[in-house]
Nanobody, 126 residues
Framework: QVQLVESGGGLVQAGDSLRLSCAAS????????MGWFRQAPGKEREFVATITWNGGATSYTDSVKGRFTISRDNAKNTVYLRMNTLKPEDTAVYYC???????????????????WGQGTQVTVSS
């Protein structure tokens, strides 16, 4: 079992940057694909980014490509989401998620992830 705790959210202005962190418990973090999702008020939870177990491959939703970067440090049991050039439409609660997966697939659907954090709020003012 994996427990996930996000941090790093906050209130920023458009154009600013933030780095979200997700710390995972357990000794098997390196066997999990990790994803970031977000949910804005009144909307469904949507995929943002994902990274394979070894960091060898990543995938992003189109709206964040070129602005967001997902990375991981398996020695620290942590996955990151660097968010640059933030826009008001990036405002949401951001969740990290884990899926046991030693393949090179890049799951992008909420149903493909078993473990979820509690979320961290990101608010971008215009």
């Amino acid at each position: 079992q994996v427990q996930l705790v996000e941090s790093g959210g906050g209130l920023v202005q458009a154009g600013d940057s933030l780095r979200l962190s997700c710390a995972a418990s357990g000794r098997t973090f390196s066997t999990y694909a990790m994803g970031w999702f977000r949910q804005a008020p009144g909307k469904e939870r949507e995929f943002v980014a994902t990274i394979t177990w070894n960091g060898g491959a990543t995938s992003y939703t189109d709206s964040v490509k070129g602005r967001f970067t997902i990375s991981r440090d398996n020695a620290k049991n942590t996955v990151y989401l660097r968010m640059n050039t933030l826009k008001p439409e990036d405002t949401a609660v951001y969740y990290c998620a884990a899926r046991w997966d030693l393949s090179n697939t890049l799951p992008q659907d909420v149903t493909q992830y078993r473990y979820w954090g509690q979320g961290t709020q990101v608010t971008v003012s215009s």
